[in-house]
């Protein structure tokens, strides 16, 4: 079974600063995605960038990018240039690689940008 | 994008009586899809798998009779909650997989029994 972990249950910056949301994973998969999602306060769920275990490159979404580390199974998301609008939750998220696998959620990091 | 459509959005129904939520892929073909619930301020928890043509699979811990899924079609899948009681109030959302690369959601629909 695998597990997420998102250690920061709250987090908060300043509008046009840079912001890190940790989280860690555990598995015995080789082959797998794993993503950050993002759910504001309409409460629908909007996936931030996804990464691809077997890809060294770290994935990239405009102001969004990731630090993937397999070895040591973190993958944080970076946020830069943070605006009012990235105020949400955010839920780092896995999924093993495979036609009928689930995701499998971290408890989330709820982050307040601020002015 | 793939989109999933999801209704209702709210839905507030008395004690005793069942409510049913429907989730659609609009533009793709899902033979799975996946209910999940949240509480407030909390993580997604999955409820049950939606098999196309064939019996849900429940995730442990999760009442059959009380949530009933129903996956008639490549595009609908519905969740029934049957004789409903406060403490079923929560936030539902579905997921389906339009591409190996990951899934999309609905919006969600915040059920509420009074």
């Known amino acids: 079974a695998q597990t997420v972990t998102q250690s920061q249950p709250e987090m908060s910056v300043q509008e046009a600063e840079t912001v890190t949301l940790s989280c860690t994973y555990d598995t015995s998969e080789n082959n797998y995605y794993l993503f950050w999602y993002k759910q504001p306060p309409s409460r629908q769920m909007i996936l931030v960038i996804r990464?691809?275990?077997?890809?060294?490159q770290n994935a990239t979404e405009n102001r969004f990018s990731v630090n993937f580390q397999k070895a040591a199974k973190s993958f944080s998301l970076k946020i830069s240039d943070s605006q009012l609008g990235d105020t949400a939750m955010y839920f780092c998220?896995?999924?093993?690689?495979?036609?009928?696998?689930?995701?499998?959620f971290g408890t989330g990091t709820r982050l307040q940008v601020t002015l | 994008g793939a989109v999933v459509s999801q209704h209702p959005s709210r839905v507030i129904c008395k004690s005793g009586t069942s409510v049913k939520i429907e989730c659609r892929s609009l533009?793709?073909?899902?033979?799975?899809m996946f209910w999940y619930r949240q509480f407030p301020k909390k993580s997604l928890m999955l409820m049950a798998t939606s098999n196309e043509g064939s019996k849900a699979t429940y995730e442990q811990g999760v009442e059959k009779d009380k949530f009933l899924i129903n996956h008639a079609s490549l595009t609908l899948s519905t969740l029934t909650v049957t004789s409903a009681h406060p403490e079923d109030s929560s936030f539902y959302i579905c997921?389906?997989?339009?591409?190996?690369?990951?899934?999309?959601f609905g919006s969600g629909t915040r059920l509420t029994v009074v």
């Open positions: 998220a896995f999924m093993p690689r495979g036609t009928a696998s689930k995701l499998t």
């Open positions: 533009d793709f073909q899902a033979t799975t």
């Open positions: 990464q691809e275990a077997y890809k060294q």
């Open positions: 997921s389906a997989r339009p591409d190996i690369y990951g899934y999309t």
